[in-house]
């Protein structure tokens, strides 16, 4: 029944590694979303997609990177993370012209060692 | 830019109490979505409501309520008769009409106590 999937829920990845995080939707929603959170904040928007069209968040580092091969999947690239990046990745989709209400996967906790 | 605040860092109550969770946006959109989402202590982000900004009826959901003023651009939440299952973070966000710049309120942590 889950309809925004996110891979894997936890990961661990060293200092400078790149890492990947991917996002999966059986909605067909125009518009996906990637927001950082961490502890006891709240979700903070990285960048989102309206179908290819790319739109990224002025305060976005540029170590940030997304790319969405097609309305289904999307994914978050992280070139070099640092210990600063360590958070809860949420990724989210909504429907063209609804305002979306927003449908949120259960996240990826990354952890950076 | 859009802007969502809610001035109640954390609040607890009283098991049965009432609480209202305020909210206040900002957005030069003259059509916009607002929402309230939930998010227990589990981590995954609950859905709660949509309002979009033509419609300011205040709406009502079995216990929970919400009082939507264009006027004073505010979008508050009220749970009646609170139980411990509240015990939440509680956001509010607003969106442009497309669902662009879908952003956040900085959370109000709900402590209800038995």
């Known amino acids: 029944d889950a309809m925004v999937i996110q891979n894997p829920r936890y990961q661990v990845t060293q200092f400078g590694k790149p890492v990947t995080l991917s996002c999966s939707q059986t909605l067909n929603h125009n518009v996906m979303y990637w927001y950082q959170q961490k502890s006891s904040q709240a979700p903070k928007l990285l960048f989102h997609y309206y179908d290819k069209d790319f739109n990224n968040e002025a305060d976005t580092p540029d170590n940030f990177q997304s790319r969405r091969p097609n309305t289904s999947f999307c994914f978050l690239d992280i070139r070099s993370p640092g210990l600063g990046d360590a958070a809860m990745y949420l990724c989210?989709?909504?429907?063209?012209?609804?305002?979306?209400?927003?449908?949120f996967g259960q996240g990826t906790r990354l952890t950076v060692v | 830019a859009q802007k969502v605040t809610q001035a109640q860092t954390e609040i607890s109550v009283v098991e049965k109490e009432d609480v209202t969770l305020d909210c206040v946006y900002e957005?030069?959109?003259?059509?916009?979505?607002l929402f309230w989402y939930k998010q227990p202590p589990s981590g995954e982000l609950v859905f709660l409501i949509r309002r979009n900004s033509f419609d300011e009826q205040n709406e009502i959901s079995g216990r929970y309520s919400w009082n939507f003023q264009k006027s004073t651009s505010s979008f508050n939440f009220t749970i009646t008769a609170s139980q411990v299952v509240d015990s939440a973070v509680y956001f509010c966000?607003?969106?442009?009409?497309?669902?662009?710049?879908?952003?956040f309120g900085p959370g109000t942590r709900l402590s209800v106590l038995p």
């Open positions: 957005t030069r959109d003259t059509t916009y979505y």
């Open positions: 966000a607003l969106s442009g009409f497309y669902g662009q710049n879908f952003v």
């Open positions: 989210a989709t909504s429907r063209e012209g609804k305002g979306g209400e927003a449908f």
